[in-house]
């Protein structure tokens, strides 16, 4: 008998690809392992992309106060502003609020 190593197979992927692929799994309703499985994507890969985005996510909210600049779309009619928290939650500000109440917010 012939002795068969077995193949392992390495997809390089972009940024990008990485994001989309996260987001897939979180529309998706389904476990990570599973959406792994069914995806033929490797778990543990798959949970360091996501500790990869959380950290850097952690590194851009590390500003003074805890707070980062937000950025005004001039072309919004009511919008004030968007949040982006930390865990991917995004709160939509449709007039001016003070630091405290964001602050409550975040608790």
């Not at 193949?7 to 990485?18: D, G, L, Y």
């Amino acid at each position: 008998m012939e002795n068969k190593s077995m193949e392992v197979k390495t997809v390089s992927r972009s940024k990008a690809e990485r994001e989309e692929i996260i987001e897939g799994w979180r529309q998706s309703g389904k476990s990570k392992k599973m959406y792994c499985r069914e995806n033929g994507l490797n778990y543990m890969t798959f949970i360091s992309w996501m500790s990869a985005k959380k950290n850097r996510r952690k590194k851009a909210f590390a500003a003074k106060d805890g707070f980062v600049p937000l950025q005004i779309r001039s072309n919004a009619s009511s919008l004030f502003a968007e949040v982006t928290c930390s865990n991917g939650s995004v709160i939509t500000l449709h007039q001016v609020v003070g630091v405290e109440y964001l602050r409550m917010l975040a608790r």
